[in-house]
């Protein structure tokens, strides 16, 4: 009787330690994400003064796709780091703005890749559950519990070239290049399975360019942003005993 009082103590104490670290199976990442851009340059858009925090900028004539592609490392439980490499087009037009008798259009495809640290300041409660992670999803109560919320920054480069039309064309300040990019936003992510993840991610992209749709206005005071809202897949690989991913059974 007291070897079982003992064996059950000890089952207490160490099944709580055991789910805490159940995040560390699946330490390594992979994502898929496909999402729109929307481009904020020198050709359309509106003057700051008639323009409340840029919301007349936005416009589906401006708005084109991107597709990109990630290996996340799982640092800590809240923290992760991942190589990201996107691709994407970015489109400026005068058709809608303060210069619509200009008539300047171009179109920017771009290659971006970039070192992105994330923190998950809200975590979902599942992911450290033996039995979900065993393929029982009747643990989690609400769909709310199912996600993680995040941060995300980083640093990286981006190459881009330009095609204008040929209004543009003879004024051109430059047709391409590669600039610095610094990356800033939110994500939201659902645990579908111990494999699986879903996520939308909305992230600012600052650039080190004033040049992205080929033009820079001579009064022009900051350089070239764009956003990308991406819809993202995870899969979630295995972690081997010597810390690296492990694939197959």
């Not at 670290?21 to 994502?31: C, V």
């Not at 592609?69 to 991942?82: K, P």
């Not at 350089?223 to 972690?239: G, P, Q, R, S, V």
Request: aromatic share 14%.
């Amino acid at each position: 009787m007291k070897k079982l009082l003992i064996i059950v103590v000890a089952i207490s104490f160490l099944l709580p330690v055991t789910n805490a670290q159940l995040w560390k199976l699946h330490r390594y990442e992979i994502t898929a994400g496909i999402g729109t851009t929307q481009f904020y340059g020198d050709i359309g858009g509106y003057p700051n003064e008639k323009n409340i925090l840029g919301i007349k900028d936005f416009t589906f004539l401006q708005t084109r796709i991107n597709i990109n592609g990630s290996m996340r490392y799982r640092v800590s439980e809240t923290v992760s780091a991942r190589v990201n490499l996107g691709f994407g087009l970015l489109h400026s037009t005068d058709a809608r703005g303060s210069n619509m008798e200009r008539k300047y259009e171009s179109s920017t495809i771009y290659a971006e890749p970039s070192l992105i640290v994330e923190y998950y300041f809200i975590k979902n409660k599942g992911e450290n559950s033996f039995l979900f992670m065993q393929g029982d999803r009747t643990i989690i109560k609400s769909f709310f519990s199912s996600l993680d919320f995040y941060a995300f920054t980083g640093f990286g480069g981006l190459a881009y070239h330009v095609s204008p039309n040929n209004i543009l064309s003879p004024t051109m300040t430059k047709s391409g290049g590669f600039t610095g990019v610094v990356p800033v936003g939110l994500g939201v992510t659902m645990i579908y399975s111990a494999n699986v993840n879903f996520g939308i991610e909305f992230g600012g992209w600052f650039t080190n360019s004033d040049n992205l749709e080929g033009f820079s206005a001579p009064h022009s005071l900051s350089n070239d942003i764009f956003h990308t809202l991406n819809f993202n897949f995870t899969y979630k690989i295995k972690t081997g005993r010597n810390g690296l991913p492990k694939f197959g059974k």
